[in-house]
């Protein structure tokens, strides 16, 4: 190897080790890693390895290291200033914090600084392949438990939500991205404005604001790179948590050379936390325990808190002297904290000065979305189609429930909104409190009075529109997980705090329930309701039908005596339907038809089917002589599913139903077929069906039999008798004849009922012709029929549903 002259592009490395070698002997640290690196990149042999650990001390193992690498020549010796370059974190001592001031003269005493020495060193390669071991064994061996122990609390966090899902149609549940804002927090006064504004919104604009705008800010990638502490702060249920899980799996599965370690600790369960009276058993006791060496990793936490980050998640208060040592530095002083709080919980006092704060604000409107086709799939639409749902969900928590209820996919019907709400609540309640499942119930009973103060003040506030909760309904941080709190500032020195629900349709399920605590309120409501002023409450009136249902999941029995519920719900759905059938409130109708207000059949099936009421639909059908006038309506699939329900449980007469000029999507339209056995119609069908059955030839299901091609109605030849049935129940209604095609895919047991079926609606089909698949042949059968000869072809589908495919086609060659 050549050196001297050509040092400035090739330096030599057996020099270089050489010149620095007094103070090598001096300073280089963790020998040990030193060594076995040596030893796996081929430098040394085992036997010179235990001689090296033979010698007597630090000093002594070191002047052994250099003279044996220095033996070995140059390229060993490039290979030692890798290993200490790579390892310079632990191997080198590390580098005064603060730089000395300049004006002083430089003094014997000023120290040879090891690690500007080595990034002197030109190393040939600049890109790093070989793992160099960066620590002490067991350090190594606990940060790959401490990884695989993450994992699994992730795994367990997302467990806990999938259960939630019924069936095995269960999502794959994993972080979805939430808005992050950097920003410093909005002040009082913008609240003060805002507050304004709000109320003379319409609601729609009004639920959309809850949505937070997308904003691109920072990813949890960069919160788990940033050497800043944390604070994330956030309403409950707004995903800061999930955030910290997130940050958590990153760090676990990152591929990094890096020896650092990461802990969480769930504040709630403070016992633990609190008995821990060292740094010692928090983070081994508390948290994870290394299998060996003990010492040499917290010697190595503790020597280089730059490599560790700690979360605190929940952190109300200090509540151990370890906790309040970490967060003011006098514990691992470089270490990363990360801690979340609620907003109401921030404590200024505590966290400020050397925490970033982020703020937590839930799923934008985009991510919403997204949330819901991952867990949805297909029938998202079902919430999209409601803004108040929509809205509803950019608390993920709520999001969650939302979809968990809608996913329920064995039902026969999809969930009622009140029932998303209860579970809401009850899920709240249940994590809130760390309450088992089954010992939920009893749970709620003990917390009546706290629940029934929250939904006094929920009504209070909804009597007077508007958000703002002025008294704190009580201190029970359970009961306190529904609110987030509002700053406002009154004057100069002054701000308040008051409260408002996360979204407004949960204070008004709130108010809603405690109507039903006091029943003398409700025909005044009712009465409120048809007045221009006092309209939105009619908002309350759906949720209160559903929560006098006894069925699960239940609220109200836990809180009010059954049998007041039971009283009240005797004389409710009479009450309820006289004071809004369309009949009887013309007048008001009438009196008030410039603003706007409009009470319609829509608004009464959707309170019957949230009721689940068969005897309720039963009294409005009969008020309304069996005569479903729904012309001119816009159908969002949720009413039509009211529509349907409704319909549904007429068992005794057929309900003359009106669709014309129907605004209807294909969701809708598949809600509404479920009913159609009951329904006679005044007019033909409307043009609206046709379209549906256009748009829906891919689809699953009933609409998937008809598909309107030109003028062909096509029949895929795979299917349910009584869907075969309700085919030829619309052929038969067509305004004209129609002609159909039938679609023979494969052999299929369905065939001989389908057949009898069409058989019945012969009259009404012009012509009839058949497709089999490609393989068979690429000419179709086709042709128009006489009477007779369709007669002839049924009898042939029917033989050919005993035979298989080529031989059907044969026989159709021959012709009918
Ligand atoms: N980013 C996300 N992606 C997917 N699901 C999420 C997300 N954030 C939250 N969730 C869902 O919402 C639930 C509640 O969120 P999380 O526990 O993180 O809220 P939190 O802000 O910590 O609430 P609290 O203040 O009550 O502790 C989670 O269990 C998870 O199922």
Same mark, same amino acid.
């Given at each position: 190897?050549?050196?001297?002259?050509?040092?400035?592009?090739?330096?030599? #490395?057996?020099?270089?080790?050489?010149?620095?070698?007094?103070?090598? @002997?001096?300073?280089?640290?963790?020998?040990?890693? $030193?060594? /076995?690196?040596? &030893?796996?990149?081929?430098?040394?042999?085992?036997? /010179?390895?235990?001689?090296?650990?033979?010698?007597?001390?630090?000093?002594?193992?070191?002047?052994?290291?250099?003279?044996?690498?220095?033996?070995?020549?140059?390229?060993?010796?490039?290979?030692?200033?890798? *290993?200490?370059?790579?390892?310079?974190?632990?191997?080198?001592?590390?580098?005064?914090?603060?730089?000395?001031?300049? %004006?002083?003269?430089?003094?014997?005493?000023?120290?040879?600084?090891?690690?500007?020495?080595?990034?002197?060193?030109?190393?040939?390669?600049?890109?790093?392949?070989?793992? &160099?071991?960066?620590?002490?064994?067991?350090?190594?061996?606990?940060?790959?438990?401490?990884?695989?122990?993450?994992?699994? *609390?992730?795994?367990?966090?997302?467990?806990?939500?999938?259960?939630?899902?019924?069936?095995?149609?269960?999502?794959?549940?994993?972080?979805?991205?939430?808005?992050?804002?950097?920003?410093?927090? @909005?002040?009082?006064?913008?609240?003060?404005?805002?507050?304004?504004?709000?109320?003379?919104?319409?609601?729609?604009?009004?639920?959309?604001?809850?949505?937070?705008?997308?904003?691109?800010?920072?990813?949890?990638?960069?919160?788990?790179?940033?050497?800043?502490?944390?604070?994330?702060?956030?309403?409950?249920?707004?995903?800061?948590?999930?955030?910290?899980? /997130?940050?958590?799996?990153?760090?676990?599965?990152?591929?990094?050379?890096?020896?650092?370690?990461?802990?969480?600790?769930?504040?709630?369960?403070?016992?633990?936390?609190?008995?821990?009276?060292?740094?010692?058993?928090?983070?081994?006791?508390?948290?994870?325990?290394?299998?060996?060496?003990?010492?040499?990793?917290?010697?190595?936490?503790?020597?280089?808190?730059?490599?560790?980050?700690?979360?605190?998640?929940?952190?109300?208060?200090?509540?151990?002297?370890?906790?309040?040592?970490?967060?003011?530095?006098?514990?691992?002083?470089?270490?990363?904290?990360?801690?979340?709080?609620?907003?109401?919980?921030?404590?200024?006092?505590?966290?400020?000065?050397?925490?970033?704060?982020?703020?937590?604000?839930?799923?934008?409107?985009?991510?919403? +979305?997204?949330?819901?086709?991952?867990?949805?799939?297909?029938?998202?639409?079902?919430?999209?189609?409601?803004?108040?749902?929509?809205?509803?969900?950019? @608390?993920?928590?709520? #999001?969650?429930?939302?979809?968990?209820?809608?996913? %329920?996919?064995? #039902?026969?019907?999809?969930?009622?909104?009140?029932?998303?709400? $209860?579970?809401?609540?009850?899920?709240?309640?249940?994590?809130?409190?760390?309450?088992?499942?089954?010992?939920?119930?009893?749970?709620?009973?003990?917390?009546?009075?706290?629940?029934?103060?929250?939904?006094?003040?929920?009504?209070?506030?909804?009597?007077?529109?508007?958000?703002?909760?002025?008294?704190?309904?009580?201190?029970?941080?359970?009961?306190?997980?529904?609110?987030?709190?509002?700053?406002?500032?009154?004057?100069?020195?002054?701000?308040?705090?008051?409260?408002?629900?996360?979204?407004?349709?949960?204070?008004?399920?709130?108010?809603?329930?405690?109507?039903?605590?006091?029943?003398?309120?409700?025909?005044?409501?009712?009465?409120?309701?048809?007045?221009?002023?006092?309209?939105?409450? +009619?908002?309350?009136?759906?949720?209160?039908?559903?929560?006098?249902?006894? +069925?699960?999941?239940?609220?109200?029995?836990?809180?009010?005596?059954?049998?007041?519920?039971?009283?009240?719900?005797?004389?409710?759905?009479?009450?309820?339907?006289?004071?809004?059938?369309?009949?009887?409130?013309? !007048?008001?109708?009438?009196?008030?038809?410039?603003?706007?207000?409009?009470?319609?059949?829509?608004?009464?099936?959707?309170?019957?089917?949230?009721?689940?009421?068969?005897?309720?639909?039963?009294?409005?059908?009969?008020?309304?002589?069996?005569?479903?006038?729904?012309?001119?309506?816009?159908?969002?699939? &949720?009413?039509?599913?009211?529509?349907?329900?409704?319909?549904?449980?007429?068992?005794?007469?057929?309900?003359?139903?009106?669709?014309?000029?129907?605004?209807?999507?294909?969701?809708?339209?598949? !809600?509404?077929?479920?009913?159609?056995?009951?329904?006679?119609?005044?007019?033909?069908?409307?043009?609206?069906?046709?379209?549906?059955?256009?748009?829906?030839?891919?689809?699953?299901?009933?609409?998937?039999?008809?598909?309107?091609?030109?003028?062909?109605?096509?029949?895929?030849?795979?299917?349910?008798?009584?869907?075969?049935?309700? #085919?030829?129940?619309?052929?038969?209604?067509?305004?004209?004849?129609?002609? @159909?095609?039938?679609?023979?895919?494969?052999?299929?047991?369905?065939?001989?009922?389908?057949?009898?079926?069409?058989?019945?609606?012969?009259?009404? *089909?012009?012509?009839?012709?058949?497709?089999?698949?490609?393989?068979?042949?690429?000419?179709? &059968?086709?042709?128009?029929?006489?009477? /007779?000869?369709?007669?002839?072809?049924?009898?042939?589908?029917?033989?050919?549903?005993?035979?298989?495919?080529?031989?059907?086609?044969?026989?159709?060659?021959?012709?009918?």
């Amino acid at each position: 190897m050549h050196d001297g002259n050509m040092a400035s592009t090739s330096q030599s #490395a057996k020099d270089y080790v050489k010149n620095a070698r007094l103070h090598l @002997v001096r300073e280089l640290r963790n020998l040990s890693v $030193i060594l /076995e690196n040596l &030893y796996q990149q081929g430098v040394l042999c085992d036997e /010179e390895v235990s001689k090296i650990q033979a010698e007597r001390d630090g000093y002594d193992k070191t002047r052994k290291i250099l003279d044996s690498v220095t033996k070995k020549g140059e390229a060993a010796c490039y290979v030692l200033l890798k *290993i200490i370059d790579m390892t310079r974190k632990r191997t080198l001592e590390r580098p005064p914090l603060l730089p000395e001031k300049s %004006s002083d003269a430089p003094t014997e005493s000023k120290k040879f600084d090891l690690h500007h020495w080595i990034s002197c060193f030109s190393f040939k390669d600049t890109h790093v392949d070989v793992n &160099y071991l960066q620590g002490p064994r067991p350090c190594h061996r606990y940060q790959e438990k401490l990884k695989s122990k993450v994992k699994k *609390i992730s795994n367990e966090f997302w467990l806990t939500s999938k259960t939630l899902f019924g069936g095995n149609k269960k999502p794959d549940l994993s972080y979805t991205s939430l808005v992050l804002d950097t920003e410093e927090s @909005v002040s009082p006064c913008k609240i003060k404005k805002l507050k304004k504004k709000k109320s003379n919104m319409s609601r729609p604009k009004k639920l959309r604001k809850y949505i937070p705008e997308e904003k691109p800010d920072i990813s949890p990638t960069e919160l788990l790179e940033t050497d800043k502490n944390i604070l994330l702060v956030g309403k409950p249920g707004i995903g800061k948590t999930t955030l910290t899980h /997130e940050m958590l799996r990153l760090w676990a599965e990152r591929e990094s050379k890096e020896l650092d370690y990461m802990f969480y600790f769930d504040m709630r369960e403070t016992s633990h936390i609190r008995n821990a009276k060292s740094l010692e058993e928090l983070l081994f006791g508390v948290f994870c325990e290394p299998d060996d060496g003990k010492d040499e990793v917290l010697q190595d936490i503790l020597r280089h808190s730059d490599n560790v980050t700690i979360i605190f998640d929940g952190l109300t208060d200090l509540c151990s002297s370890v906790v309040e040592k970490l967060l003011k530095k006098d514990l691992l002083p470089l270490a990363k904290i990360i801690i979340t709080c609620r907003a109401d919980e921030e404590d200024e006092d505590l966290f400020s000065g050397n925490f970033d704060r982020v703020e937590v604000k839930g799923f934008s409107e985009q991510t919403i +979305k997204t949330y819901l086709s991952a867990t949805l799939g297909e029938d998202q639409t079902k919430v999209l189609s409601n803004l108040e749902l929509v809205t509803l969900c950019h @608390v993920p928590m709520y #999001a969650l429930m939302v979809a968990a209820c809608f996913s %329920s996919k064995d #039902a026969p019907q999809p969930c009622t909104i009140t029932e998303i709400y $209860i579970n809401i609540v009850r899920f709240f309640l249940q994590i809130n409190s760390k309450t088992k499942k089954k010992d939920l119930n009893s749970f709620i009973k003990t917390k009546r009075e706290e629940i029934l103060s929250l939904a006094e003040v929920a009504f209070l506030s909804a009597e007077r529109k508007t958000v703002n909760l002025t008294d704190l309904p009580c201190e029970d941080s359970c009961v306190l997980s529904f609110l987030k709190p509002l700053l406002i500032k009154e004057a100069v020195t002054e701000t308040i705090t008051t409260h408002a629900f996360l979204h407004y349709t949960v204070q008004e399920f709130f108010a809603a329930l405690w109507l039903l605590k006091n029943p003398d309120k409700i025909r005044d409501v009712f009465q409120q309701c048809l007045k221009e002023e006092k309209k939105h409450m +009619k908002h309350l009136i759906p949720f209160m039908c559903r929560l006098l249902n006894e +069925k699960s999941p239940s609220l109200m029995k836990h809180l009010i005596p059954d049998k007041d519920l039971k009283n009240t719900s005797n004389w409710f759905f009479k009450e309820l339907i006289n004071t809004f059938h369309p009949h009887l409130c013309e !007048q008001e109708e009438a009196d008030t038809e410039d603003s706007g207000l409009h009470v319609d059949i829509l608004f009464l099936c959707q309170c019957l089917y949230e009721s689940q009421s068969p005897e309720a639909c039963i009294y409005l059908l009969d008020k309304l002589d069996y005569h479903l006038d729904l012309s001119g309506e816009s159908l969002d699939p &949720y009413p039509c599913c009211a529509v349907a329900y409704v319909v549904t449980q007429s068992k005794e007469r057929k309900i003359l139903m009106n669709l014309e000029d129907v605004i209807i999507s294909e969701q809708g339209m598949r !809600q509404l077929f479920g009913c159609l056995e009951n329904v006679e119609w005044c007019d033909p069908l409307p043009r609206q069906m046709w379209e549906i059955f256009l748009v829906s030839e891919k689809q699953m299901d009933f609409v998937s039999l008809l598909s309107l091609d030109g003028n062909q109605l096509h029949l895929p030849v795979d299917g349910e008798k009584h869907l075969f049935e309700r #085919a030829v129940e619309i052929i038969q209604r067509m305004p004209t004849k129609v002609n @159909v095609c039938l679609y023979w895919d494969r052999k299929t047991s369905a065939c001989q009922s389908l057949c009898e079926s069409l058989l019945e609606a012969l009259l009404f *089909i012009s012509s009839l012709s058949f497709r089999g698949p490609e393989s068979w042949s690429q000419e179709k &059968y086709h042709g128009t029929l006489e009477r /007779e000869q369709k007669r002839l072809f049924m009898d042939l589908c029917l033989k050919a549903a005993l035979h298989d495919g080529p031989n059907f086609y044969n026989l159709l060659q021959s012709g009918p």
